[in-house]
């Protein structure tokens, strides 16, 4: 594959990512607003205030994209929290993971530096699918390391996931993560529901 073919590509999963990610949370949020209309004008009113951020930001993210530019970074709090908005709960282990402020001890879980940008994606991909296909249910976002690994999972209890096949996300997602020099498992968790698991080596060989 040529240089030209390559960055076609790379774009090509940018956009599925941030739109794909986008669209997932503003149908759930729209579908919140319409089962909540009558009954609770102000939960009708905090899902359209979520749908206008959600676009709103994923139009930011498409148009950089398509102009070729991808952020080293992603901020994994502002990504959660517009999933919660969006009516998905998600739990996150550790909370420094997500949250600085809550970190209390020096020896606490982070992401290492040249893993950021590719556990913010693989996040951003596995809680779009959990969003498109798990139905109600609650997301994991957790992250283990020891010294040889760092091992990301997100997983979900949800029903909608059985028999569908490898897409363009979970192909781009596994590409990153082999990019970056680590190992991708998707599938069935034991007792039901979905789980996603990046584990990376502590030192890049």
Do not use: K
């Amino acid at each position: 594959m040529d240089v030209v073919a390559l960055e076609r590509a790379r774009i090509a999963g940018e956009v599925h990512d941030v739109a794909g990610h986008g669209l997932a949370a503003i149908a759930m949020q729209a579908g919140i607003a319409l089962v909540v209309l009558d009954e609770d004008p102000e939960q009708a009113r905090a899902s359209l205030q979520a749908i206008r951020q959600t676009s709103t930001t994923a139009l930011a993210q498409l148009r950089a994209a398509l102009d070729g530019i991808d952020p080293p970074d992603g901020d994994l709090a502002a990504l959660i929290d517009g999933v919660r908005a969006a009516g998905l709960p998600v739990d996150v282990e550790p909370a420094t993971l997500i949250d600085p402020a809550a970190l209390t001890d020096p020896a606490v879980l982070t992401v290492p530096y040249h893993l950021r940008e590719t556990v913010y994606r693989v996040v951003r991909e596995s809680l779009t699918n959990v969003l498109r296909h798990a139905g109600p249910t609650r997301a994991l976002v957790r992250a283990t390391e020891d010294r040889q690994d760092f091992v990301l999972e997100v997983a979900d209890r949800g029903a909608g996931h059985a028999g569908a096949p490898e897409g363009r996300g979970l192909a781009g997602m596994r590409a990153r993560v082999t990019e970056a020099g680590g190992h991708l498992t998707t599938g069935p968790r034991e007792g039901g529901g979905f789980q996603v698991v990046a584990r990376f080596p502590q030192v890049r060989a």
